[in-house]
Structures are given as C-alpha cells and as structure tokens.
C-alpha cells in the first residue's frame, strides 16, 4: 500500500522531513508557495506571508488563485484529445472564489448535498455541469437537483433509484441518472481513503450493475446518461483508473448491445498530491494521455471529479507559536491552529509539512509535537517532525492546506472558523472573515420554559 501523505509511510513523508525548510527553500512551486531570494521569506501568489499575518491575524487559511488555476489548466491540457468535463468535487474547498475561478474556467462540480449544490449555483455553474455524487439523498435535494438542472444525479441502489423516480414524476419532469458502480478496485492509497472496494458502503456492486441500468433505462421518469465510479483520493498514476474503466467497459458494451447508449463516463476524483518535500508527484500529462488513449473508442463524454489535485498546494494554514513545554521526553511548540481548522493529521495520521515563514539556514533540528490548544491529545499538526526550534511569536506556514482542511473545520472548544483570504498575483483580499464568538452565541436561544 503506497501511504504517501500520511505519518505511517515508512519513507518518502519521514525521511525528508528531516530538512524541511530546506527542501521547500530549493522547490517552493511544488508547494504552491514562493521565496523570496533575499529575506527568505515564503511567498504566496506574490505577497508574503507575514504580510497577509499582519493583516489578517492568525490562523487564517490563504489560497493562492494562480496555483489553483494553473493545476486546472494542466488537468485539461492533458485530457485535451478528448472531450471531458472536469467537475470539480465541491468537497475539497466549498470557498465561493476557489469555485467561481474554476467555474469561469469551464470547470463543472461534483457535489454531494443541497448545500454545496446551492454554493455551485451561487458561484454561477451552470447545473448542466453539475452532477450529484453521494452515498444518501434526501428528497428534498434531488428536488433542488432536478429544478436545477443537473447533468446527472448519480445513484448508488435500486433504493435510491425509485426515490429519484418518484420524486422525477411527482414533478413531471425526467431525471437525468447514472449509476455509481463499486468496481472493487484497490487503489493502493490510504485505507480510510479506499471507496472502490467491494466492503465500503460506496456504489452498486459490479454483479448486477447491468440489470440495474437496464432497469434504469427503462423506467419512467428517468434517462440513464452514464456511468459513475470513484475508487478513492491521493492515486498517483492512471493505473486505477484505468483498471475501473476496464471493469465499467463490459456493462457499457452491453448496454450498447440493448441500444443503450450513454452521455458520460465518469471516472470519479482522486488524483494525489505531493505533501511531504520527498513525496511523488503526479504527472499529469501521461495521466491524461493514458486516460484519453484508453477511452479513444468510446463515443461518450469523459467525466472528471478531481478536488485534492486542484486545491491542495494551493492552500497554506497560517499559524503562530504560543508558546512550549517539554513533558517527560517529548518537547511540545503550541501554536495556535488546532485540530478544529485542520483535523487530518488527528484523523488520518496524515502528513503536512509545516516550515517557518521565514525560512532559517542550516540550523539544529529539535524533534517536536506541534499541537494545538484543543484539550484533546488528538491535537496535534505533526508529532515527532524535526523542525528548526521556533520562538513564540513566530509564524508558521501549515503546507497542502487547501483541501479537505477548511471544509472539514468546526467550532470544537468554541475556536471561531478561521477567515479565508484569497491571494492572486501580488494583492490579496479577505473573502471570509474570521468568525466571531459573539456570533456564535447569537445562533442560540434560551426558551423561557427551560429553569
Ligand atoms: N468524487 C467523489 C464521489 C468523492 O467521494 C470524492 C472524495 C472526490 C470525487 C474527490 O476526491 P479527491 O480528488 O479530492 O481525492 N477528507 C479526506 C478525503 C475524503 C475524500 C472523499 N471523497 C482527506 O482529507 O484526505
């Protein structure tokens, strides 16, 4: 199993954490971030970090608008022998701005409730680049899906596909519907991040997918327009995806063979990211060529739900030190981040590098847990990680922040959600200030039954 991202790898996100700062002071791009030659101060998008500290306070989550188009950019360039629609999965970072500029870039969306269907809409995708992946729906989303207009709504039961029927009918209209099919595929990634397995609760199982579409075809109330998978997140080459296009393949034949013919293939989401310094990367070109190759006979559209690859390293969690302490053997830096703004190292053990603002020289490491100030010991950004010893008051720069890290936030220990700031060539603006306190009690109320 292939664990890059994550604390267990046994090389490639330990062993180069040993120099961190200097790996990043010698390939900053792969991270999103810049440095500047003389002051050595990290760069997002052209303005440093410390100045977007002063400015904003800390935590704050900063997304750098050129990075995240520039991977979009890169996604179609390599898929460009074909045509595909790249749906962007909501879910990775719902921010109004990140959706807006892939939107206006052609980017549809890939969403999994009424909520981020709402936002999609706000941003101004249009819902026939919208579709609608999700293991449970309720009747009241597909209603708002179909009013919308999406491209499909993708559908993982018989269950859910009378519900969809029903509500189709009830509204006079036709459901545009394609089946999430469970290809039983290892994705060689985290297992927490493998959907495409037969004992995960995501998609149709391959036996009897057929008979499903057959059925969907012929049911009143709803078009089939494709096939759906997703097999998981963090995938570094096309080998998984083109091993799930080779178990879809035989249904889409057979389907033809019945004179069903299909609008899309979609291959879900998952491409991978570097997250330590050492850590692959994918390259995209070949993904793209080998995807567009192995799909050239095919005369449907190709469906694309990348969320990670877009937004990773375009995002960096700003963070300052509060303070240290040193308990038995460990020695701890408090920052004032917390596994409420971002909760995947205490949930997945996963790996991001985390360098001073300002990057240091050769200087002695000191292995250190750097832990929020949440009273949970599943608080923590990175434990046993060999950093350069920072002073309290300095700032610190959380890499790979831009997905699954705001979107996954919460007001655990009544810490407001940190502001979002959106940086582009050289300005940068607040596009989400930082929550208040005070805000978050006015949401509450006292019936004046309750003593
Ligand atoms: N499409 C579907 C149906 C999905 O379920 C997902 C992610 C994606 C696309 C996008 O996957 P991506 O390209 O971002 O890997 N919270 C975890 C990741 C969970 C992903 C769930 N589904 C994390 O922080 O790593």
């Known amino acids: 199993m292939s664990t890059q991202g994550f604390e267990s790898a046994s090389t490639s996100s330990t062993s180069s954490a040993a120099a961190d700062h200097l790996a990043i002071a010698n390939n900053p791009g792969r991270f999103g971030v810049g440095v500047d030659p003389e002051t050595r101060a990290l760069t997002l998008d052209g303005v440093s970090l410390q100045a977007i500290a002063d400015a904003v306070g800390t935590p704050a989550y900063l997304y750098s608008a050129s990075h995240i188009a520039g991977q979009l950019e890169a996604l179609k ?6 045509p595909t ?18 939107g206006n870039r052609g980017a549809g969306a890939d969403i999994v409730s009424g909520g981020e269907l709402e936002r999609a809409l706000a941003a101004g995708i249009p819902g026939e680049r919208i579709v609608y992946s999700g293991v449970g729906k309720r009747s009241s989303e597909l209603d708002a899906a179909l009013a919308a207009g999406v491209r499909g709504i993708h559908v993982e039961s018989a269950g859910e596909l009378e519900q969809l029927a029903g509500r189709a009918r009830a509204l006079g209209t036709v459901a545009p519907v394609a089946l999430r099919l469970n290809p039983d595929i290892d994705p060689d990634t985290h297992p927490y991040l493998a959907t495409g397995l037969r004992e995960t609760k995501f998609g149709i199982p391959m036996q009897g997918a ?22 998981g997140s963090q995938i570094m080459n096309a080998k998984p995806f083109l091993d799930s296009l080779a178990r879809l393949r035989p249904v889409i034949d057979a389907l033809a063979a019945q004179g069903v013919t299909l609008e899309y293939l979609d291959l879900g989401g998952g491409l991978g990211i570097p997250y330590a310094p050492g850590d692959e990367v994918v390259d995209v070109a070949s993904f793209g060529r080998q995807i567009v190759d192995a799909t050239a006979d095919l005369e449907l559209e190709l469906v694309l739900e990348p969320g990670r690859f877009l937004v990773g390293n375009g995002g960096v969690l700003l963070t300052r030190v509060l303070g240290h302490k040193r308990n038995a053997e460990r020695a701890f830096v408090i920052v004032d981040a917390a596994m409420n703004d971002l909760v995947r ?107």
């Open 77 to 82: 360039a390599a898929c460009a022998g074909r």
């Open 85 to 102: 629609l790249i749906c962007y999965a909501v879910k990775a970072n719902s921010a109004q701005p990140i959706l807006r500029l892939l």
């Open 210 to 231: 057929l008979e499903l579409a057959l059925r969907a075809a012929r049911t009143d109330g709803l078009k089939l327009v494709g096939l759906t998978c997703h097999i």
């Open 345 to 451: 190292p205490a949930l997945y053990s996963a790996h991001h590098t985390i360098v001073p603002a300002v990057l240091p020289g050769e200087v002695p490491l000191v292995r250190a847990d750097i832990v929020g100030p949440v009273c949970e010991c599943g608080d923590f950004l990175a434990r046993d990680r060999p950093i350069p010893w920072p002073a309290s008051g300095d700032l610190l720069a959380v890499l790979g922040s831009g997905a699954y890290a705001m979107t996954m936030a919460s007001t655990y220990n009544t810490r407001p959600i940190a502001p979002e700031v959106m940086v582009s060539k050289g300005r940068f603006a607040i596009t989400r200030p930082r929550r208040s306190v005070a805000a978050l009690i006015a949401e509450e109320s006292y019936p004046d039954w309750l003593v």
